[in-house]
Protein backbone atom coordinates (compact mmCIF):
# COMPACT_ATOMS: atom_id res chain seq x y z
CA UNK A 1 0.00 0.00 0.00
CA UNK A 2 1.57 3.89 -1.30
CA UNK A 3 0.56 5.42 2.15
CA UNK A 4 2.38 8.89 0.11
CA UNK A 5 0.47 12.08 -0.04
CA UNK A 6 0.59 11.74 -3.78
CA UNK A 7 -1.16 8.76 -3.60
CA UNK A 8 -2.82 8.49 -0.26
CA UNK A 9 -6.54 7.00 0.31
CA UNK A 10 -9.22 7.97 2.83
CA UNK A 11 -12.68 5.92 2.79
CA UNK A 12 -15.54 8.37 4.44
CA UNK A 13 -18.48 6.39 6.27
CA UNK A 14 -21.39 8.23 6.81
CA UNK A 15 -24.92 6.67 8.35
CA UNK A 16 -26.65 9.49 7.44
CA UNK A 17 -27.43 10.71 4.08
CA UNK A 18 -29.68 13.61 2.31
CA UNK A 19 -32.72 11.51 1.26
CA UNK A 20 -31.91 8.79 3.16
CA UNK A 21 -35.19 8.38 4.79
CA UNK A 22 -39.21 8.00 4.15
CA UNK A 23 -40.79 11.39 3.75
CA UNK A 24 -39.26 15.12 3.17
CA UNK A 25 -36.05 15.34 2.31
CA UNK A 26 -33.71 16.39 4.85
CA UNK A 27 -30.33 17.69 5.47
CA UNK A 28 -28.67 15.54 8.33
CA UNK A 29 -25.72 17.40 10.44
CA UNK A 30 -23.72 14.20 9.59
CA UNK A 31 -24.33 14.34 5.80
CA UNK A 32 -23.27 18.11 5.30
CA UNK A 33 -20.60 17.69 7.58
CA UNK A 34 -18.95 14.79 5.68
CA UNK A 35 -19.79 16.25 2.26
CA UNK A 36 -18.50 19.82 3.35
CA UNK A 37 -15.19 18.60 4.72
CA UNK A 38 -14.98 16.53 1.66
CA UNK A 39 -15.11 19.40 -0.67
CA UNK A 40 -12.41 21.40 1.02
CA UNK A 41 -10.15 18.46 1.35
CA UNK A 42 -10.53 18.15 -2.25
CA UNK A 43 -9.91 21.68 -2.81
CA UNK A 44 -6.74 21.74 -0.40
CA UNK A 45 -5.07 18.49 -2.17
CA UNK A 46 -6.47 17.25 -5.02
CA UNK A 47 -4.19 13.90 -4.88
CA UNK A 48 -6.21 12.72 -2.20
CA UNK A 49 -8.79 9.72 -3.38
CA UNK A 50 -11.27 10.07 -1.32
CA UNK A 51 -14.42 7.57 -1.13
CA UNK A 52 -17.78 7.63 0.56
CA UNK A 53 -19.68 4.70 1.34
CA UNK A 54 -23.33 5.34 2.63
CA UNK A 55 -26.64 4.16 2.89
CA UNK A 56 -28.85 3.58 -0.19
CA UNK A 57 -30.95 7.11 -1.21
CA UNK A 58 -34.75 6.52 -1.91
CA UNK A 59 -35.61 6.23 -4.93
CA UNK A 60 -38.60 9.24 -4.24
CA UNK A 61 -35.28 11.34 -3.05
CA UNK A 62 -32.59 10.05 -5.84
CA UNK A 63 -32.99 12.33 -8.28
CA UNK A 64 -32.94 15.57 -5.72
CA UNK A 65 -30.09 13.74 -4.37
CA UNK A 66 -27.92 13.61 -7.85
CA UNK A 67 -28.84 17.22 -8.59
CA UNK A 68 -27.94 18.68 -4.86
CA UNK A 69 -24.89 16.21 -4.07
CA UNK A 70 -24.18 13.52 -6.59
CA UNK A 71 -23.35 15.67 -9.29
CA UNK A 72 -20.65 17.51 -7.79
CA UNK A 73 -19.09 14.69 -5.65
CA UNK A 74 -18.94 12.96 -9.16
CA UNK A 75 -17.31 16.32 -10.64
CA UNK A 76 -14.40 16.27 -7.81
CA UNK A 77 -13.41 12.67 -8.48
CA UNK A 78 -14.82 10.92 -5.21
CA UNK A 79 -16.14 7.64 -5.73
CA UNK A 80 -19.42 7.29 -4.09
CA UNK A 81 -20.98 3.58 -3.48
CA UNK A 82 -24.14 2.61 -1.65
CA UNK A 83 -24.17 -0.36 0.93
CA UNK A 84 -26.79 -3.05 0.48
CA UNK A 85 -28.81 -0.70 2.83
CA UNK A 86 -31.45 1.59 3.82
CA UNK A 87 -31.12 3.55 7.01
CA UNK A 88 -33.63 1.82 9.00
CA UNK A 89 -34.02 2.12 12.69
CA UNK A 90 -35.99 -1.28 12.66
CA UNK A 91 -32.70 -2.73 12.48
CA UNK A 92 -30.65 -2.84 15.39
CA UNK A 93 -27.42 -0.85 14.98
CA UNK A 94 -25.13 -3.57 15.12
CA UNK A 95 -26.83 -5.44 12.08
CA UNK A 96 -26.87 -2.01 10.55
CA UNK A 97 -23.10 -1.42 11.01
CA UNK A 98 -22.53 -5.24 9.84
CA UNK A 99 -23.97 -4.59 6.22
CA UNK A 100 -22.30 -1.47 5.80
CA UNK A 101 -18.88 -3.05 7.23
CA UNK A 102 -19.48 -5.44 4.34
CA UNK A 103 -19.08 -3.05 1.62
CA UNK A 104 -16.75 -0.96 3.89
CA UNK A 105 -14.34 -4.50 3.45
CA UNK A 106 -15.06 -4.43 -0.17
CA UNK A 107 -14.10 -1.11 -0.86
CA UNK A 108 -10.64 -1.25 1.36
CA UNK A 109 -9.34 -4.28 -0.20
CA UNK A 110 -9.91 -3.17 -3.62
CA UNK A 111 -8.69 0.34 -3.48
CA UNK A 112 -5.95 0.14 -0.60
CA UNK A 113 -7.84 2.76 1.41
CA UNK A 114 -5.24 4.31 4.05
CA UNK A 115 -7.80 5.74 6.63
CA UNK A 116 -11.12 5.21 7.11
CA UNK A 117 -12.78 8.17 8.41
CA UNK A 118 -16.42 7.63 10.50
CA UNK A 119 -19.25 10.73 10.23
CA UNK A 120 -20.37 9.91 13.71
CA UNK A 121 -19.43 7.39 16.96
CA UNK A 122 -21.05 3.91 16.74
CA UNK A 123 -20.10 -0.12 16.60
CA UNK A 124 -16.88 -0.45 14.62
CA UNK A 125 -16.15 -3.55 13.07
CA UNK A 126 -13.12 -2.15 11.32
CA UNK A 127 -11.39 -2.10 14.33
CA UNK A 128 -11.20 -6.17 14.62
CA UNK A 129 -9.85 -6.15 11.01
CA UNK A 130 -7.87 -3.49 10.79
CA UNK A 131 -4.39 -5.33 10.31
CA UNK A 132 -6.49 -7.36 7.86
CA UNK A 133 -7.18 -4.90 5.66
CA UNK A 134 -4.05 -3.49 6.07
CA UNK A 135 -5.54 0.14 7.54
CA UNK A 136 -3.21 2.91 8.79
CA UNK A 137 -5.93 4.47 10.87
CA UNK A 138 -9.38 4.98 11.93
CA UNK A 139 -11.04 8.07 12.89
CA UNK A 140 -14.47 8.53 13.89
CA UNK A 141 -15.62 12.47 13.55
CA UNK A 142 -18.67 13.43 15.21
CA UNK A 143 -20.30 15.18 18.14
CA UNK A 144 -20.80 13.92 21.48
CA UNK A 145 -23.94 15.03 24.08
CA UNK A 146 -25.28 13.02 27.21
CA UNK A 147 -28.74 11.89 27.33
CA UNK A 148 -30.90 14.41 28.42
CA UNK A 149 -34.69 15.28 28.89
CA UNK A 150 -36.51 17.91 26.52
CA UNK A 151 -39.71 19.04 26.00
CA UNK A 152 -41.20 17.11 23.07
CA UNK A 153 -38.64 13.95 23.82
CA UNK A 154 -41.36 11.27 23.58
CA UNK A 155 -42.91 12.86 20.85
CA UNK A 156 -39.65 13.14 18.79
CA UNK A 157 -38.66 9.71 19.28
CA UNK A 158 -42.11 8.38 18.20
CA UNK A 159 -42.06 10.36 14.95
CA UNK A 160 -38.55 8.27 14.66
CA UNK A 161 -39.93 4.89 15.20
CA UNK A 162 -43.25 5.83 13.12
CA UNK A 163 -41.01 6.11 9.72
CA UNK A 164 -39.72 2.57 9.74
CA UNK A 165 -41.01 -0.90 9.64
CA UNK A 166 -40.72 -3.87 12.39
CA UNK A 167 -38.11 -5.61 12.69
CA UNK A 168 -38.81 -9.31 10.99
CA UNK A 169 -37.78 -12.78 12.42
CA UNK A 170 -34.82 -12.66 10.34
CA UNK A 171 -33.48 -9.34 11.09
CA UNK A 172 -33.89 -10.17 15.28
CA UNK A 173 -31.90 -13.42 14.50
CA UNK A 174 -29.00 -11.81 12.43
CA UNK A 175 -29.28 -9.10 15.45
CA UNK A 176 -29.13 -11.51 17.96
CA UNK A 177 -25.67 -13.48 16.75
CA UNK A 178 -24.21 -9.76 15.68
CA UNK A 179 -24.88 -9.11 19.84
CA UNK A 180 -22.91 -12.23 20.81
CA UNK A 181 -20.55 -11.72 18.43
CA UNK A 182 -19.40 -8.35 19.18
CA UNK A 183 -19.20 -9.51 23.22
CA UNK A 184 -16.64 -12.18 21.79
CA UNK A 185 -14.78 -9.69 20.24
CA UNK A 186 -15.33 -6.70 22.87
CA UNK A 187 -16.30 -4.11 20.42
CA UNK A 188 -17.43 -0.82 22.16
CA UNK A 189 -18.19 2.48 20.74
CA UNK A 190 -15.70 3.88 22.63
CA UNK A 191 -12.94 1.63 21.32
CA UNK A 192 -9.65 2.46 22.33
CA UNK A 193 -8.47 0.42 19.20
CA UNK A 194 -9.54 3.54 16.75
CA UNK A 195 -6.85 5.84 16.15
CA UNK A 196 -8.90 8.80 16.99
CA UNK A 197 -12.17 9.99 18.09
CA UNK A 198 -12.21 13.43 16.83
CA UNK A 199 -15.47 16.14 18.64
CA UNK A 200 -17.29 18.60 16.41
CA UNK A 201 -18.66 20.65 19.24
CA UNK A 202 -16.50 21.66 22.07
CA UNK A 203 -18.17 21.04 24.95
CA UNK A 204 -18.58 17.11 23.59
CA UNK A 205 -14.91 17.58 23.56
CA UNK A 206 -14.37 18.59 27.46
CA UNK A 207 -17.54 16.20 28.35
CA UNK A 208 -15.75 13.38 26.08
CA UNK A 209 -12.24 13.70 27.64
CA UNK A 210 -13.49 13.69 31.75
CA UNK A 211 -15.64 10.26 30.80
CA UNK A 212 -13.13 8.75 28.23
CA UNK A 213 -9.49 9.57 29.48
CA UNK A 214 -7.85 7.60 28.07
CA UNK A 215 -8.62 7.55 24.72
CA UNK A 216 -6.83 9.69 21.78
CA UNK A 217 -9.40 12.62 21.38
CA UNK A 218 -9.05 15.43 19.33
CA UNK A 219 -10.87 18.91 18.80
CA UNK A 220 -12.15 19.76 15.26
CA UNK A 221 -15.07 22.31 15.09
CA UNK A 222 -17.79 22.45 12.57
CA UNK A 223 -17.38 24.94 9.57
CA UNK A 224 -19.53 26.74 7.21
CA UNK A 225 -18.50 27.56 3.39
CA UNK A 226 -20.10 30.51 2.57
CA UNK A 227 -19.38 31.47 -1.21
CA UNK A 228 -19.15 34.83 -1.30
CA UNK A 229 -17.53 37.96 1.17
CA UNK A 230 -20.56 39.35 2.93
CA UNK A 231 -20.17 43.18 5.17
CA UNK A 232 -21.35 44.03 7.86
CA UNK A 233 -25.49 45.10 8.07
CA UNK A 234 -25.44 48.77 8.87
CA UNK A 235 -28.27 51.12 9.97
CA UNK A 236 -30.87 48.42 9.92
CA UNK A 237 -33.59 47.99 11.65
CA UNK A 238 -34.43 43.92 12.01
CA UNK A 239 -38.05 42.79 10.87
CA UNK A 240 -37.44 39.25 9.34
CA UNK A 241 -36.69 36.26 11.72
CA UNK A 242 -35.38 32.79 10.38
CA UNK A 243 -35.86 29.62 11.61
CA UNK A 244 -33.67 27.22 9.46
CA UNK A 245 -33.91 23.32 10.43
CA UNK A 246 -34.87 19.90 10.98
CA UNK A 247 -38.29 20.34 12.60
CA UNK A 248 -38.08 18.80 15.72
CA UNK A 249 -39.66 18.89 19.33
CA UNK A 250 -36.32 19.71 20.73
CA UNK A 251 -35.73 22.29 18.07
CA UNK A 252 -38.05 24.82 20.05
CA UNK A 253 -39.80 25.62 16.82
CA UNK A 254 -43.15 25.60 18.85
CA UNK A 255 -41.44 28.48 21.05
CA UNK A 256 -41.14 30.57 17.67
CA UNK A 257 -44.48 29.93 16.34
CA UNK A 258 -45.91 31.21 20.03
CA UNK A 259 -43.64 34.26 19.63
CA UNK A 260 -44.75 35.28 16.73
CA UNK A 261 -48.31 35.53 18.09
CA UNK A 262 -46.98 38.37 19.69
CA UNK A 263 -44.87 40.06 17.77
CA UNK A 264 -47.19 41.09 14.74
CA UNK A 265 -44.62 43.34 12.96
CA UNK A 266 -42.21 40.98 12.92
CA UNK A 267 -41.71 38.26 9.91
CA UNK A 268 -41.19 34.69 11.16
CA UNK A 269 -39.39 32.93 8.23
CA UNK A 270 -39.45 29.00 9.07
CA UNK A 271 -37.29 26.75 6.44
CA UNK A 272 -36.73 23.06 6.89
CA UNK A 273 -38.32 19.44 7.09
CA UNK A 274 -39.07 16.47 9.50
CA UNK A 275 -42.25 15.58 11.72
CA UNK A 276 -45.12 16.00 10.12
CA UNK A 277 -47.18 16.78 13.14
CA UNK A 278 -45.07 20.46 14.16
CA UNK A 279 -45.55 20.76 10.06
CA UNK A 280 -48.78 20.45 9.89
CA UNK A 281 -48.98 22.85 13.29
CA UNK A 282 -46.47 25.34 11.13
CA UNK A 283 -49.09 25.48 8.75
CA UNK A 284 -51.89 25.98 11.07
CA UNK A 285 -50.36 29.23 12.11
CA UNK A 286 -49.12 30.43 8.95
CA UNK A 287 -52.83 30.50 7.63
CA UNK A 288 -54.05 32.59 10.97
CA UNK A 289 -50.86 34.74 10.75
CA UNK A 290 -49.83 36.54 8.08
CA UNK A 291 -46.09 37.10 9.60
CA UNK A 292 -45.56 33.36 9.74
CA UNK A 293 -44.16 31.45 6.07
CA UNK A 294 -42.95 28.39 6.04
CA UNK A 295 -41.44 27.28 2.90
CA UNK A 296 -40.18 23.54 3.71
CA UNK A 297 -36.99 22.52 2.46
CA UNK A 298 -35.08 24.71 0.10
CA UNK A 299 -32.28 23.28 -2.14
CA UNK A 300 -28.77 23.14 -0.43
CA UNK A 301 -27.22 25.45 -3.00
CA UNK A 302 -29.69 28.23 -2.22
CA UNK A 303 -30.01 28.38 1.34
CA UNK A 304 -27.15 30.98 1.42
CA UNK A 305 -30.19 33.31 -0.69
CA UNK A 306 -32.31 32.44 2.38
CA UNK A 307 -29.84 33.93 4.95
CA UNK A 308 -29.24 37.26 2.99
CA UNK A 309 -33.02 37.67 3.02
CA UNK A 310 -33.26 38.05 6.43
CA UNK A 311 -31.97 39.63 9.30
CA UNK A 312 -31.85 37.72 12.67
CA UNK A 313 -31.70 33.96 12.91
CA UNK A 314 -33.31 32.59 15.83
CA UNK A 315 -32.46 28.92 17.05
CA UNK A 316 -34.81 28.13 19.89
CA UNK A 317 -33.31 24.70 20.52
CA UNK A 318 -33.23 22.55 24.14
CA UNK A 319 -30.96 20.72 22.75
CA UNK A 320 -28.30 20.66 20.12
CA UNK A 321 -24.56 20.31 19.33
CA UNK A 322 -22.86 23.20 17.22
CA UNK A 323 -25.71 23.37 14.52
CA UNK A 324 -24.79 24.60 10.94
CA UNK A 325 -27.37 26.55 10.74
CA UNK A 326 -25.65 29.03 13.58
CA UNK A 327 -22.33 29.28 11.73
CA UNK A 328 -23.88 29.73 8.47
CA UNK A 329 -26.10 32.54 9.53
CA UNK A 330 -23.04 34.22 11.26
CA UNK A 331 -21.06 33.78 8.17
CA UNK A 332 -24.06 36.31 6.44
CA UNK A 333 -23.89 38.49 9.59
CA UNK A 334 -26.66 37.69 11.01
CA UNK A 335 -26.84 38.10 14.69
CA UNK A 336 -27.83 34.97 16.20
CA UNK A 337 -30.38 34.49 19.38
CA UNK A 338 -30.38 30.92 20.72
CA UNK A 339 -30.11 29.25 24.38
CA UNK A 340 -28.39 28.76 27.09
CA UNK A 341 -28.30 24.91 26.92
CA UNK A 342 -26.74 24.10 23.41
CA UNK A 343 -23.42 23.97 22.37
CA UNK A 344 -22.76 27.12 20.18
CA UNK A 345 -20.45 29.91 19.11
CA UNK A 346 -22.28 32.57 20.43
CA UNK A 347 -20.77 35.05 23.15
CA UNK A 348 -23.99 36.82 24.67
CA UNK A 349 -24.09 40.53 23.66
CA UNK A 350 -21.38 40.11 21.56
CA UNK A 351 -22.29 38.17 18.02
CA UNK A 352 -25.80 37.28 19.30
CA UNK A 353 -27.93 36.87 22.49
CA UNK A 354 -28.88 33.84 24.44
CA UNK A 355 -31.23 33.23 26.52
CA UNK A 356 -32.90 30.01 28.70
CA UNK A 357 -35.27 27.61 26.78
CA UNK A 358 -38.59 27.62 26.81
CA UNK A 359 -38.20 31.23 28.93
CA UNK A 360 -40.21 33.33 26.41
CA UNK A 361 -40.19 36.00 28.25
CA UNK A 362 -36.38 36.56 27.66
CA UNK A 363 -36.66 35.58 23.84
CA UNK A 364 -38.82 38.73 23.26
CA UNK A 365 -36.63 40.87 25.15
CA UNK A 366 -33.54 39.85 23.20
CA UNK A 367 -35.38 40.24 19.93
CA UNK A 368 -36.71 43.37 20.97
CA UNK A 369 -33.37 44.74 22.30
CA UNK A 370 -32.13 44.34 18.54
CA UNK A 371 -35.30 45.84 16.79
CA UNK A 372 -34.55 48.86 19.60
CA UNK A 373 -31.09 49.90 18.74
CA UNK A 374 -29.75 49.80 14.91
CA UNK A 375 -25.96 50.47 16.32
CA UNK A 376 -26.32 47.22 18.60
CA UNK A 377 -27.32 45.38 15.37
CA UNK A 378 -24.60 46.83 13.28
CA UNK A 379 -22.00 45.98 15.74
CA UNK A 380 -23.29 42.14 16.77
CA UNK A 381 -23.83 41.78 12.74
CA UNK A 382 -19.53 42.84 12.19
CA UNK A 383 -19.04 40.41 15.20
CA UNK A 384 -20.48 37.74 13.52
CA UNK A 385 -18.78 37.65 10.72
CA UNK A 386 -15.61 37.80 12.88
CA UNK A 387 -16.91 34.63 14.64
CA UNK A 388 -17.47 33.02 11.47
CA UNK A 389 -14.38 33.22 9.87
CA UNK A 390 -12.94 31.16 12.60
CA UNK A 391 -15.36 27.98 12.12
CA UNK A 392 -14.44 27.45 8.23
CA UNK A 393 -14.58 23.83 6.42
CA UNK A 394 -11.09 25.23 4.83
CA UNK A 395 -9.97 25.21 8.58
CA UNK A 396 -11.08 21.72 9.29
CA UNK A 397 -9.63 20.24 6.39
CA UNK A 398 -5.84 21.20 7.37
CA UNK A 399 -6.29 19.89 10.77
CA UNK A 400 -7.73 17.02 9.10
CA UNK A 401 -4.41 16.83 6.69
CA UNK A 402 -2.36 17.40 9.43
CA UNK A 403 -3.59 14.64 11.60
CA UNK A 404 -4.15 11.72 8.19
CA UNK A 405 -0.36 12.48 7.69
CA UNK A 406 1.24 12.63 11.25
Not at 148 to 156: F, I, L, R, T, V
Not at 379 to 392: E, I
Request: aromatic share 12%.
Amino acid sequence: MNNSKEDFRILFVTKYISGCLPGDFAYHGEWTSTYELILSLKKLNDNIQIYLITPKVREEHASRFQEEFGGTLAKIGVLHVFADTYLDFSLSPALFRWRVFLKEKEIIRKFGISVIQYGQFGLCYTCRFKRILGLKKIICYGCYDAGQDWPGKSEDRLYKKSLFSKSTTITRIQSFLLKIFTRIVRLKVFDKRIDHFVLRNPLGYQQLIKEHPSLNIDLIPKGQSNPIVVLPREGKIPKSILFLGHLQYRKGILDLLKIAEQMSDMDFNIVGSGDANIEAMICEYASKLSNVNYSGPVNYNEKWQVYQRNDILLHPSYKDTFPSAILEALSYGLPVITTDEIDSPISNGRDGFLFQAGNLDQLVEKLNALRANPVLYHKMSKAALQTAKKYTWDNAAKQFLKLYFQ
